[in-house]
C-alpha cells in the first residue's frame, strides 16, 4: 500500500498538531511576523543612523575623533610598553628532591604543551605566569592534603 504526497503531507499535520497542539500554526505564524518585523525594524534603524551620521559629519566635522586615539588600542598601547617580569615561588612540597623534579615535569609540560599553541596566539606572559602559579597551588593543595 503506497501513499500519495498528499498522504504524507496530511501525516505530517497530524504528527504536528498533536504533538505541538492546536493552537501552534497561530504561534508559528505570530513567530514568524514578529522575526521578519523585527529584522525590517533593524534594517530601518540601521538606514536611520547612516543619515543621522552623514547629517552630523556635514554639519560639524571637528567632532570626528582620530582612530588611533580611541578603543581598544588607546588600551593596548599602555600594556605594550611595560615589560613586565613575573616571579613565582619554586617550592611545592616542602622536600627540595620532590620540588625540582615537580619544577622539571612543569617545565616539560609547559614547553611541550602549552607554549606552542599559545605563542601561536600571543608573545604575552601574563596568561603563562597565572597558569604557572594554578598549577602551582593545585600541587601545593594536594602535598598539603591530609589524609
Known amino acids: ?6 498522504g504524507w503531507v496530511g501525516l505530517g499535520v497530524v504528527l504536528f498538531l ?6 501552534s500554526p497561530v ?25 543621522s551620521e552623514m547629517e ?3 554639519s560639524t566635522p571637528a567632532t570626528q575623533l582620530d582612530d588611533a586615539h580611541i578603543g581598544v588600542q588607546q588600551v593596548v598601547e599602555p600594556m605594550r610598553d ?9 617550592r611545592l612540597t616542602g622536600a627540595n628532591i620532590i620540588d625540582g623534579e615537580l619544577q622539571e615535569v ?16 600571543s608573545s604575552h606572559q ?10 602551582q597551588s593545585i600541587i601545593i593543595t594536594l602535598a598539603t592534603k591530609q589524609v
Do not use: C
Not at 18 to 23: A, H, R
Not at 82 to 90: G, H, R, T
Open 1 to 6: 500500500m503506497e501513499l500519495s504526497s498528499a
Open 18 to 23: 498533536t504533538t505541538f497542539g492546536i493552537l
Open 27 to 51: 504561534l508559528l505564524v505570530f513567530y514568524l511576523a514578529a522575526f521578519i518585523a523585527g529584522g525590517l525594524i533593524i534594517l530601518y534603524n540601521f538606514h536611520v543612523k547612516k543619515e
Open 56 to 58: 552630523m559629519d556635514r
Open 82 to 90: 611595560k615589560p613586565s617580569s613575573y616571579k613565582s615561588d619554586k
Open 106 to 121: 612543569l617545565e616539560s609540560a609547559f614547553r611541550d604543551y602549552i607554549h606552542p599553541w599559545y605563542y601561536s596566539l
Open 126 to 135: 601574563q596568561f603563562l605566569y597565572e597558569i604557572r602559579q594554578s598549577t
